[in-house]
């Protein structure tokens, strides 16, 4: 077994570990706790997957075991009732057993939609997260969020569930795109900013070399994203309150893809970072923060030559439809939009909005 870095999410019978080190892809059932116990395997990539990493499967996972195959496009699309349907009858279809585990190699999207599968079928499936993606090794692989989209908003359908494990191998990294690279950096610096101010300095130092992939560096920012959010997670499995901390940025950036449409033009995690704007910026705003929080922000984001503005893509948007999206947001709670605001770095604030005018004059004045 090669040398890898463990963290565990401690959820009772959910509970299970994290793994993080390099090429452990290649040897997937030694993170598997009990494999020999499942009756059959099925796992699920999408297309780009196969293409960029035909060695995974011809070379490393057919030598170990025997599997049945399922591929499906990339892209936010396939979060849909159509996708879920197609998944779950072409599961179905093999006639598994509730002994059949489910690997799921991929990015977020995917990872989101085999998940909610894995609830459905037969009342509930084992199945392995192994994230492909910089963001989903450190934010949607672990947590057991699953879920597709609504025309009325991101993630409004879904379940909990957990999965049996989560395989994090920084060297399928190496194959995705700079701008995939840079959207999961998104969620790296959330972290940073709802938790730990040590680590958003670090970033500043860093940053630069967790984006080209630096082994150590990269390594490092993943384990301490990782950290954070299972620590979260094992104490609020469920976002009946710390959890929701993990929603900093992403009530705006939400709005922003639904009423993009989930389309390539704009990534999850590009959304992130114009939300985590908007959401400091608003803090400053309301003078929950002062200015120089967000200086320190976008001053990080300009050295990385990283976008933020909704401007940066193109894209413009009233502030009536802004704010109708917002409410469809899941975190609405009595008809009161409840925001991730931050005090400090490191310091976040939950607020909700009794006074909505106060943000339809500020989206008013910064949608112009």
């Not at 599968?117 to 057991?144: K, N």
């Not at 922003?256 to 590009?270: D, F, M, W």
């Amino acid at each position: 077994m090669n040398s890898c870095d463990i963290y565990k999410v401690s959820l009772g019978i959910n509970s299970y570990k994290i793994f993080i080190g390099k090429d452990i892809h290649k040897s997937i059932t030694n993170y598997i706790s009990y494999y020999k116990n499942y009756s059959r395997t099925v796992v699920i990539s999408d297309k780009n997957i196969l293409e960029k990493n035909p060695s995974l499967f011809n070379k490393y996972l057919k030598k170990q075991i025997k599997f049945d195959q399922i591929f499906l496009p990339q892209g936010e699309k396939i979060k849909s009732f159509k996708y879920l349907e197609l998944i779950i009858e072409k599961i179905l279809k093999l006639e598994v057993d509730r002994d059949t585990l489910l690997i799921c190699i991929g990015g977020g999207v995917l990872g989101d939609l085999v998940g909610l599968a894995s609830s459905l079928i037969l009342r509930g499936l084992d199945f392995v997260q192994v994230p492909s993606t910089l963001l989903a090794q450190v934010d949607s692989s672990v947590g057991g969020k699953t879920g597709i989209n609504s025309k009325y908003g991101k993630n409004l359908i879904g379940s909990f569930k957990q999965p049996k494990s989560v395989i994090i191998s920084t060297d399928i990294l190496k194959t995705l795109s700079k701008r995939d690279i840079n959207a999961g950096y998104a969620e790296i610096l959330k972290y940073s900013f709802i938790s730990d101010k040590k680590f958003f300095n670090w970033l500043v130092d860093n940053g630069k070399k967790v984006i080209s992939l630096h082994s150590e560096s990269c390594v490092y920012a993943i384990k301490k994203s990782c950290f954070i959010k299972s620590k979260i997670v094992s104490i609020d499995e469920k976002e009946k309150g710390m959890r929701e901390l993990l929603n900093f940025g992403h009530t705006f950036g939400h709005a922003i893809e639904a009423i993009t449409g989930y389309k390539e033009k704009l990534k999850h995690g590009e959304a992130i970072f114009i939300g985590m704007y908007l959401a400091l910026k608003f803090s400053a705003f309301l003078k929950i923060c002062k200015k120089e929080v967000l200086e320190k922000y976008t001053s990080h984001l300009k050295n990385l030559k990283i976008n933020y503005k909704l401007s940066d893509y193109n894209i413009r948007i009233s502030q009536e439809r802004f704010l109708r999206h917002m409410r469809f947001d899941k975190k609405v709670k009595n008809n009161k939009i409840k925001l991730i605001l931050i005090k400090d770095i490191g310091s976040p604030v939950r607020l909700f909005l009794e006074n909505e005018k106060l943000l339809s004059n500020f989206l008013k004045n910064e949608l112009k």
